[in-house]
């Protein structure tokens, strides 16, 4: 049996700080709201010219120096993303040129906040199925970029960052990916979607001025399907692998709305002290929000060799995915 385990992690988010009080005086809304209803205190904004490629590569970086894996061993480079750098080339390639990653194929993964997660899972099957050794996985957004600050029922709730993975081949012990769970249904693009600058909707002067270039979400919509489904595809890792939910040590939800990951929590039957939460600081990056919770949950100490965890994620498709990773 080959596992493909993670051998480093790493994240990345830009350094500028937007707080709840900033956000005050951009739109009409208060710290006391957007806390109450998301439990978001602030969020990172990337400065101009910085990528979603950049914010990748520096993720990556940090992965592959702690995974020990020679960068000319990587064989595979996924990046789940919905802010590409551009719609082609992927920015799975830019990242390539960026780390000089010469020997892997790379391509961009689209399932809006899931991306990281499916990306994982398909990682995961190349390696298991012996075709590679070493796999590159990031999920890395810059939502700030498709946010329109004059709407404030969504630009309190996002931020931008990302975080990668390096996974390998193992065939020594049961450390690895136990399994990946993906799932999607179309047809909810009318609670949430980006509406111009593809083919339906080709960018044109007057998209640009109907504010065609920016997420559209119905928040309260989606809340439910997140919920449901969150808890849903959480059940079905646990059950998958044969354990309970008192089994997993720590539980590392899409970061999106604290709200969402209690009452996830709640129905799972998971004490709050077993669930990973950093929303406050950077609210939801999308295919970031994962990696970068992995991440800050070894790098503190949270997860340690051998505990068994869950991630799972919700996003636009809609597309939903969870895991289970004996680390
Ligand atoms: C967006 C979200 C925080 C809104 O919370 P909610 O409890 O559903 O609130 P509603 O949308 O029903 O809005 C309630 C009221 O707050 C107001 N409101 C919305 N945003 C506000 C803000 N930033 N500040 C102050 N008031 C705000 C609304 O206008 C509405 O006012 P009304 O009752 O007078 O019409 C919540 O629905 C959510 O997190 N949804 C999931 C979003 C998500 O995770 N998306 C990413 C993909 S998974």
């Not at 949270?302 to 996003?315: F, Q, S, Y």
């Amino acid at each position: 049996m080959i596992y493909s385990q993670i051998t480093g992690i790493g994240s990345y988010v830009p350094e500028k700080v937007l707080t709840n009080e900033e956000l005050c005086s951009i739109v009409d809304t208060s710290d006391e709201w957007i806390t109450s209803r998301t439990g978001i205190k602030e969020r990172r904004i990337a400065e101009a010219g910085l990528t979603t490629s950049d914010i990748a590569a520096n993720a990556a970086r940090r992965a592959i120096k702690r995974s020990g894996v020679s960068p000319m061993d990587i064989e595979l480079i996924i990046v789940g993303t919905i802010t590409p750098d551009m719609i082609f080339p992927s920015t799975a390639c830019i990242v390539q040129e960026k780390l000089g990653l010469k020997n892997a194929a790379a391509f961009d993964v689209s399932a809006g906040c899931s991306g990281f997660i499916y990306s994982l899972s398909i990682a995961d099957s190349f390696i298991k199925s012996g075709r590679y050794k070493n796999a590159l996985v990031i999920g890395a957004d810059l939502l700030s970029r498709i946010t329109d600050y004059t709407d404030r029922s969504t630009c309190v709730l996002f931020g931008d960052g990302g975080g990668a993975a390096v996974l390998s081949a193992n065939t020594e012990n049961t450390r690895g990916i136990l399994s990946t769970h993906i799932h999607s249904e179309g047809g909810h693009d009318n609670i949430l979607k980006l509406p111009a600058g593809g083919s339906l909707m080709p960018a044109t002067a007057q998209t640009v001025n109907n504010l065609d270039h920016y997420i559209k979400m119905k928040g309260s919509e989606l809340f439910k399907y997140a919920v449901k489904y969150l808890k849903d595809v959480a059940e079905e890792a646990i059950k998958f692998n044969g354990l309970k939910p008192e089994d997993i040590d720590l539980f590392v939800p899409h970061q999106a709305n604290i709200r969402i990951i209690e009452a996830t929590a709640k129905k799972l039957c998971f004490p709050m002290e077993r669930v990973f939460v950093n929303v406050e600081k950077y609210g939801n990056t999308s295919s970031g929000s994962i990696p970068i919770a992995l991440d800050e949950a070894c790098v503190s100490g949270r997860i340690k060799e051998g505990d068994l965890v869950l991630i799972d994620a919700i996003g636009a498709g809609l597309a939903w995915a969870s895991s289970i990773i004996r680390w």
